[in-house]
């Protein structure tokens, strides 16, 4: 191709043609300029669209952590909400707790969630932002403010209750954030003895305890409304996600029910569901229960698990109680889209 325009232009110039030469060559840079133009103009095209495939999976995964993060801020502001309720109990109507549970909840009033870190970081790191994009950059604004907030730290306070129980001489109990009042080990009768009963409600009387109480109680509140804040910015970043890009989802895998009250009457192995509705997060599977307890879990793992107070049907917690079952089969149905289970009995 190149020697048939070289000879062309020798052609032109042997018969003294200059002017159509000009005209020629003029012509052939164009078209050069032409094809360099179109190659760059497909090269950004296709740059772009992988840009563009590289931020949606980025965005997904994004999505993604703050569903999990946004149902821990909301367990640990309900934690809190308790341990509120908790502090006007003692400080209020001491007369109407069991004596044995005061001390133990003396103790819990100053425990704390787990220090809450996002990790959307990671994910943001790779995200490439079309500047010319508006709707792009104001989800990375968003999204950026969130991870800010985020790393803030919450100041808390002393310990002013402890530290005067310990000085009294009350045996210090290992106090776990919500744990401990889930599996009730607050009022464990082999940890705390009569004296120790007595001593706490007598000191419950006393200027300190109850200044100590009102001082956690105001604590608890300010927590709570970080927290707040916090679930508040995650549910409006993926609201703005979905919005943008319709088919995200909602990324589960290997979703099971553990306890004793599955066939397998142990907390190790899993009754797996089968995924039948990816766009809502929808898992189903026929189980056989004998009337103890369980709970559904991601990836056989404790890190993702879900709990619930009511049987056979009711709302999911994060991190919640052992679900109550009945003995029979049933089609279990767990929506984690609206965080919800059902358990459908199955004729025999």
Known sequence: M???????????????????????????????VIGILIALRINNWNEERKRKENYQATIEQIYNVLELEKQELRSNIKGLDLQQRYADSLYNYSDSLNIEQIPGLLFYMESEPDVFTTSIAFHIQNMVVNPKDKSENLLARNLTNYLSQSSSDIAVSENPISTILIKEGLPVPAVNFGYSLLMGTLNDPGYFKKKDWEKAKMLLQTQEIKTGLIQLAQQKDFEKNVFAQLAEMATNSMAQIQNLYPDVRLLYENIGIVGDGTSYKNWSNDVFLIQVDEKNAIWEAIVDLNGEDIKIRENKSWNVNWGGATFPKGELEWFGPNIPTEKGKFRLVVNLSEKNYEFIPVAQ
């Open 2 to 32: 190149i020697k048939f325009f070289r000879r062309i232009r020798q052609r032109l110039l042997q018969e003294n043609r200059f002017t159509k030469y000009l005209l020629y060559a003029i012509g052939e840079i164009v078209l050069v």
